[in-house]
């Protein structure tokens, strides 16, 4: 089918608000899973699926057979480079025109220095080389992220994260997932790197006061010592190397690393972007329990 688009993690924070959006639109689109149980939920919004999985090139061929555009994203990996390298050639062999990637906030301008950033610039480097169409979307930590700390919040009236008073300009996935189908649908993307973040910096001890108007109760933040943070990670079975990568970047935060905002949303998504507050009354009932 002509101008369809491959969605890679589909069923992820801001994959799966894509393909709502595909769908929503009549926008011709197939999604790449892993297993038919995976695959239920998206086939009920009318969007076609396709077994395959990154770690298999062989599954890919027929995964991007007729596909003109490509979405790319995966998991937190340490083999993420290797795992994207696939399917960027893959999509090359197969004639892909454009692939949008998700990438991360500050990759090209400091981030790659550490483990995470440099994962996301190898992979934005191939694509480069690889005389694809690209555009590369790098988002800020996501919102969503806080509802990590729902249980704490309900048990203790607390969250805990090592980030001191540093201020990130958080992003709603829904955001992001709107500057992608933008990129994915419209034409004037091509060789664009947007930097995607919500409308103003928070810290942490802002970001509980926001929660305790939105949920009517208080809710405060403690700043941990980074290793108590590492540890806690591990504990609640975060692989070591991403505890470890996870530390990194809260250090670069510390350090002023995300607290740049900018307009990305709005001039490609054509809306205001979403606001914490908003957010955190949207989703209430999932910080509620």
């Known amino acids: 089918m002509a101008n369809t688009i491959l969605v890679t993690g589909a069923t992820g924070t801001v994959g799966s608000i894509l393909v709502e959006k595909l769908a929503s639109a009549g926008q011709p689109a197939r999604a790449l899973v892993r297993s038919g149980k995976k695959a239920e939920g998206i086939e009920k919004l009318g969007i076609k699926t396709v077994i395959g999985d990154l770690a298999q090139p062989e599954t890919l061929k027929p995964a991007l057979e007729g596909i003109e555009k490509v979405f790319l994203l995966s998991a937190p990996d340490p083999q993420q480079a290797e795992l994207q390298s696939n399917l960027i050639k893959a999509a090359k062999v197969a004639g892909v025109q454009h692939i949008v990637k998700l990438s991360a906030f500050g990759v090209g301008s400091g981030l790659e220095a550490i483990s995470l950033g440099r994962l996301h610039r190898d992979t934005e480097e191939e694509i480069e080389r690889s005389g694809i169409a690209y555009t590369h979307l790098r988002p800020n930590g996501f919102m969503?992220?806080?509802?990590?700390?729902?249980?704490?919040?309900?048990?203790?009236?607390?969250?805990?994260?090592?980030?001191?008073?540093?201020?990130?300009?958080?992003?709603?996935?829904?955001?992001?997932?709107?500057?992608?189908?933008?990129?994915?649908?419209?034409?004037?993307?091509?060789?664009?790197?947007?930097?995607?973040?919500?409308?103003?910096?928070?810290?942490?001890?802002?970001?509980?006061?926001?929660?305790?108007?939105?949920?009517?109760?208080?809710?405060?933040?403690?700043?941990?010592?980074?290793?108590?943070?590492?540890?806690?990670?591990?504990?609640?079975?975060?692989?070591?190397?991403?505890?470890?990568?996870?530390?990194?970047?809260?250090?670069l935060y510390k350090n002023g690393g995300a607290e740049r905002v900018t307009d990305d949303v709005t001039r490609v998504a054509g809306r205001e972007p979403i606001t914490f507050s908003q957010f955190a009354r949207d989703y209430a009932t999932a910080f509620q329990g």
């Open 144 to 251: 969503q992220n806080s509802l990590m700390f729902a249980g704490t919040m309900r048990a203790q009236g607390v969250f805990y994260a090592s980030l001191g008073d540093a201020k990130v300009s958080y992003v709603d996935a829904r955001d992001v997932a709107a500057v992608a189908f933008s990129a994915l649908t419209q034409n004037g993307h091509e060789g664009k790197a947007y930097e995607i973040t919500g409308p103003v910096a928070l810290s942490y001890a802002e970001v509980a006061r926001e929660l305790s108007a939105a949920l009517g109760r208080d809710v405060k933040y403690v700043n941990v010592p980074v290793d108590t943070a590492r540890e806690a990670m591990i504990g609640m079975g975060m692989q070591e190397w991403l505890a470890n990568a996870l530390v990194q970047l809260f250090e």
